[in-house]
């Protein structure tokens, strides 16, 4: 608009003033485009540097940030990728966010992302264009780095009658392995002291502890779980796995899971509990799980499947076949009753007057370790005010502190 505004304004001035006139105002625009030229296409690249996005769980929020790092100001478009199974918070769902800001010196780009797909995630990459100051040419600038979010499946308590049968066989599991005595050892540094033995280490010459070491059979101690479902209920069967899994990491008992052909021992520890998340989380869309066979049905403490008519979990089935009855859960139901607790505790919240979610951090059923309470309360926040957190209504423009947002 500029250049077609002085090319307008060169010609009416010749045809009154003359050639001369002409002359005076074409030269001064020949040097601006030029300059504009130079300045655009011979500025050194900007850097990027990603920072590490935290791993989540369905229906927590993320905060993706990156530095920008210039040499002197730069008017440009930002724009940064965002993957499936991830949707910026508070905007329709899109794959690319774009802001525009001056870019001087240092800025930090941020802006929030809402988990909502399991599986292995993507954000980025980033695009730059820089353009000079009257917007007269641009060059594009593409970095290749991104970051992979690894999203586990949405994890439920497990309350009612299913809740009470694991607590059930997870009180018999530990007690059962901790009456499997082995023999006696001496004691180091990190032992647990209730399995000091304190009439032998009475009779030891130097009063010397002693511990009681446990049987280590593989079958003392531990849960195994084993799931199998059909093309399209994945996430139904990620989801029932993960809070039963999650129910037995929690009461501390050592848990294995079979699943699709893959198998992971029985072990206890956040690092084995957020591996099987991840067995969980990387089952393929609509592919299926490998039909578990009728001995590792009877080798597993805790059966899922999800198929054409729900998702069940089955407690007990491998002993049904000596005479024991093996018990069966509706997971859908409890998943559905969930969901109408969290949605009335919204309700009263609102109700009470609270934009702060307050009200209802206990009703919405989910466990997703020790990040997820937090943030479902920051989540419930951005919800109330209708803005995330960090938004700027100067749509990403570079402020006093180098800071843009991404809309």
Known sequence: MVVLAAIAGSF???????????????????IV???????????????????????GFVGETREIAFVIETESDIPATVRDAVGAGLTPAATDEMDELSTRAILDGETNVRYEIELTGRGERTVGPVSITVSDIFGLFARRYEYDERRQVTVYPAVYSLDGELGHQLQTITDATARRSREEFDHLREYRRGDSLRDVHWKAAAKQPEDDLVVTEYAADEGLGSITVAAE???????????????????IHEANIRVGLLVDGTERQPDTGQEHYYELLGVLAALEPRAGTATLTKQERADA?????????????????????????ALEFEFDQLRRETDVNRTSGRERGRERGHGNGGGHGDGDGYRHGHRHEHDQK??????ATNSPRGHDDSAGAGTGEGTGVLP
């Open 301 to 325: 403490d805790v059966c899922v499947v999800a198929g054409t008519s729900g998702t069940t979990v089955t407690i007990g089935e491998g002993h049904a076949a000596h005479g024991e009855r």
């Open 33 to 55: 485009l030029a300059a504009s030229f130079l300045i655009t296409f011979r500025r050194d690249r900007p850097t990027v540097r990603r920072q590490p996005v935290d791993d």
């Open 12 to 30: 009416a001035m010749s045809w009154q003033y003359g050639p001369r006139a002409l002359n005076a105002i074409v030269a001064p625009l020949v």
């Open 229 to 247: 479902c059909l093309s399209g209920r994945e996430d139904d069967l990620a989801s029932a796995v993960a809070s039963v899994v999650t129910a």
């Open 378 to 383: 920051r989540r419930r926040d951005h919800q």
